[in-house]
């Protein structure tokens, strides 16, 4: 019996010693578990230390988010990772890297990162943040026909009149640079794709779509909403303790309303047989052939403003700032310009071929001024090998423009070295379909301005110091973008005036066609 009884003690013993090693057991593999959660797995790319939890995620930068992947990329070299959590965030820092991540690897590097709040505001119909796939190669082939260098060579008519209406906008009142370049981009934007020109910057269309776009960066900018994306569970706050997400259904309805009636208006005039051959009347009449709900003609729509609009903007806003930080260029581009246009006539697109330096300032203030510093993030389908490093599946992969583009020489190179198409327009399947377009009211207006304008910097009243415009003055956000900023700009001579005026006049016949697509407001 005692016996018995210390059997059953020893045994309750043994069974108290097993259920101890055994917690003691999990104890220890759920603590290195955790302890491993964020390190660095060994055949990544090297990276900054990491924490035990966090990884990399307490130095991920918050704002300006180039420069410290540039400066880690002088350290980690040019393909390095990032830890954020238990996942990996991979950046590519040179061109060749870029070629073998973006080109070589393009069938599982062209995914796009799941955003929450993209998600949110466009529900995966949007093509600049549209998942690899079907879906996506459907939008993209339509973006294709509209945008291919043939198809821009029918938008050219209406860039023409929309450049010669900035010339004469920017003679009449020159204080009002900043927002006629503004409603010159937007106008080119809309006429090519809605059929709607806007003659004014304070034109309803071209006020609300400024205003979403605010709204949107300011949701996506650093601290803008939570990391939904990192901790998934933050989704399910909910709205009235997350105002990012009441901003979400503003921004999306207040697109809506803005958009659909833009459809509409191409819908009316297919209808009516007043057709302006924009590219929404031309694919509302090809619905079945791109496999379109009406949705998605809408949504490429919207892409297409959202993403061409604004950028064709900034780019001309920089170049105007590094003329006026570097003089002695301006005077060699417009000597170059006067020899080869003289005061008779205004340039053509052509003539870009004839003005090797004018050419050399646009690459070098795409190479010192890249859009987006580090472009739009794309994302791995599958797990990889890149640079001889394993890559995994879901991993997004940053390609770091400024990083790039900074790597190399600075200085107008008119060697024909550097490469004509510079990298500011990311790269592989999901590179700029707009770069054609872009190019060519980039290459119109540069010329355009230099041959027609003197521009020069302003003087402080009380000192008379010259005010250099800082251009590092942008907004933090995807795209980099410069505030106002303050230049004198006059015509060189009153001749040019004059043709700056005969050309708008000129231009009054091509704008009628696109005039007349009056706004209905009011649908979905
Ligand atoms: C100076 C002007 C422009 C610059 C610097 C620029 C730059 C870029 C960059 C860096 C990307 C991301 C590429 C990547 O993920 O690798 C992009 C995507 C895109 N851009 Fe542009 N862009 C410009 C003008 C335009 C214009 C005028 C349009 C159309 C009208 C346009 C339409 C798009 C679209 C639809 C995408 C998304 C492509 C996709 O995800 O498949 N862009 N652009």
Known sequence: M??????????????????????????????Q????????????????????????????????????????ARTYGEIYSLKIGSGTAIVVSSSKMARECFELHGATTSDRPAIHVGELVYKGLE?????????????RRAAHDLLN??????????????????????????QHLYQHIRRYAASVALSVTFGLHCSTYDNPVIEEFYECQRKWEHILRPGGHPPVDIFPILKYIPERWASWKGLCREVRSRQRE????LVQNCIDRIESDRRNHSFIEYVLEHEDHYEFTREMT?????????????????????????????????????????????DNRNPNLEDIGDLPYIKAIINEVHRCRPIAPTAIPHAATKDEKIGGFFIPKGSPIF??????????KPGVDTTGLRSDMPMSFGGGRRICPGVHLAYNSIAMNVM?????????????????????????????????????????????SQAKADLIRKQFEAAKPTFELFDNAALKRGAT
């Open 448 to 492: 355009n301005l230099l041959w027609a304008f003197n521009v020069e910097l302003p003087k402080d009243p009380l000192t008379g110091n010259p005010i250099l415009p800082d251009e590092d003055d942008t907004t933090d956000g995807i795209l980099l973008t410069p505030k106002p900023f303050k230049c004198v700009i006059i015509p060189r």
């Open 127 to 139: 093509l600049p943040f549209s998942r690899y796939g079907p879906h996506w190669r459907n939008l």
């Open 258 to 261: 803005l958009y659909f009636p």
């Open 298 to 342: 809408v949504y490429l729509g919207v892409s297409l403003i959202e993403a061409g609009a604004d950028t064709a903007a900034i780019f001309l806003q920089f170049f105007l700032i590094f003329m006026l930080a570097h003089p002695d260029i301006k005077f060699r581009a417009q000597k170059e310009i006067d020899d080869v246009i003289g």
């Open 399 to 408: 390609m770091n423009i400024w990083g790039i583009e900074h790597g190399t």
């Open 33 to 72: 578990h955790l302890w491993r959660i964020g390190s660095r797995e060994q055949a990544l790319p090297p990276g900054p230390p990491t924490l035990p939890l966090l990884g990399n995620l307490h130095v991920f930068p918050q704002t300006r988010a180039h420069l410290k992947f540039t400066e880690w």
């Open 149 to 174: 260098r043939e198809a821009c060579l029918s938008h050219l008519p209406i860039q023409r009149a929309e450049a010669s209406q900035l010339m004469y906008d920017v003679l009449q009142q020159p």
């Open 2 to 31: 005692i016996g018995g009884h210390t059997a059953l003690i020893v045994n309750s013993y043994s069974y108290d010693t097993d259920g101890l090693s055994l917690l003691a057991i999990i104890f220890v593999w759920v603590v």
